[in-house]
């Protein structure tokens, strides 16, 4: 079991901090990592990315929107709740080096990833740029945190309430032109990170995508993560979940991703219907 030590609502009603005692998880993750948890013993295993690490005080911290059953189950734990199985760190570290300049691109809640390797990327000497956008002023996330580890954060939003009005990847266009890049990491929506890749092809910037495809076991063995990376099979679990994002198959990706939507959206409105006292409290 692991113990929530803290809980935060980052944006309401829908994403959540949490920090959690994991004492031999935080000594050996790094940035780009994650776990896989399960709530009780008849949840589901979901993977989260490392959203940070504090081996100095033993903890992990996640940062979980509510859009399904499990992860809308976890928004309801309470600091001092216990998290059944905790499992990590898994996947392989983000490969952090001083290579000059770094830009950042998350979206939506994909942000809090980021925190984590653009602080890394600092401490090893970069000159490191965050482009981080939503659909709105106040669905944005991190601001505070990503300004901490960057030399410069550029804002967008759909609907031009803060920032630069449009996606993260015209702004990614703009700073590429004007200033270049040795870099480019990024991490959020499947559709987002291929238009990223899309925007910096032209440029032969090299850029790592962090692929959220289905997980299971969360070691190689399911396969449930698979995807195709230059024409061969890698599992996201062990080989990733880092890749060059140009050598992605993202039609495949995408594809597998909706391979369990209506079972996802078939438990949820059962577990809604079962909860719905608990829900309308």
């Known amino acids: 079991m692991a113990k929530i030590l803290e809980k935060k609502i980052i944006r309401n009603p829908d994403v959540f901090y949490f920090k959690i005692d994991a004492p031999l998880i935080s000594k050996k993750a790094q940035p780009g990592q994650f776990v896989i948890l399960r709530i009780h013993d008849k949840g589901e295993r979901?993977?989260?990315?490392?959203?940070?690490?504090n081996p100095d005080e033993g903890t992990i911290s996640l940062i979980v929107m509510a859009v399904g059953k499990?992860?809308?189950?976890?928004?309801m734990l309470k600091a001092g709740d216990n998290i059944l199985d905790l499992c990590g760190?898994?996947?392989?570290?983000?490969?952090?080096?001083?290579?000059?300049?770094?830009?950042?691109?998350?979206?939506?809640?994909g942000v809090a990833p980021l925190y984590p390797i653009g602080r890394a990327f600092k401490a090893a000497g970069n000159h490191v740029v965050t482009i981080m956008g939503a659909r709105s002023n106040d669905l944005l996330i991190y601001e505070e945190e990503m300004n901490m580890?960057?030399?410069?954060?550029?804002?967008t939003t759909d609907d031009g309430s803060k920032g630069i009005k449009g996606f993260v990847t015209k702004a990614l266009e703009q700073e590429l032109v004007e200033n270049g890049a040795e870099l480019v990491v990024t991490v959020g929506p499947a559709v987002m990170m291929?238009?990223?890749?899309?925007?910096?092809?032209?440029?032969?910037?090299?850029?790592?995508?962090?692929?959220?495809?289905?997980?299971i076991d969360g070691t190689?063995?399911?396969g449930g993560c698979r995807v195709y990376v230059k024409g061969e099979t890698k599992f996201a679990c062990v080989d990733g979940?880092?890749?060059?994002?140009?050598?992605?198959?993202?039609?495949?990706?995408?594809?597998?991703?909706?391979?369990?939507?209506?079972?996802?959206?078939?438990?949820?409105?059962?577990?809604?219907?079962?909860?719905?006292?608990?829900?309308?409290?």
Not at 89 to 105: A, D, S, W, Y
Request: aromatic share 6%; hydrophobic share 35%.
């Open 46 to 53: 979901i993977p989260i990315s490392l959203a940070d690490i």
């Open 70 to 75: 499990t992860t809308t189950e976890m928004s």
């Open 89 to 109: 760190p898994l996947g392989q570290p983000t490969h952090i080096e001083k290579i000059g300049k770094v830009i950042l691109v998350g979206g939506g809640f």
């Open 149 to 155: 580890v960057s030399d410069k954060v550029i804002i």
């Open 194 to 215: 291929r238009s990223v890749c899309k925007t910096t092809e032209p440029f032969s910037t090299k850029t790592i995508v962090s692929l959220n495809s289905i997980m």
């Open 220 to 222: 190689g063995m399911c």
């Open 241 to 281: 979940p880092d890749f060059d994002g140009h050598l992605v198959d993202w039609d495949v990706l995408m594809s597998r991703q909706k391979t369990y939507i209506d079972k996802e959206k078939e438990s949820f409105d059962e577990w809604k219907k079962r909860h719905a006292g608990v829900l309308s409290e």
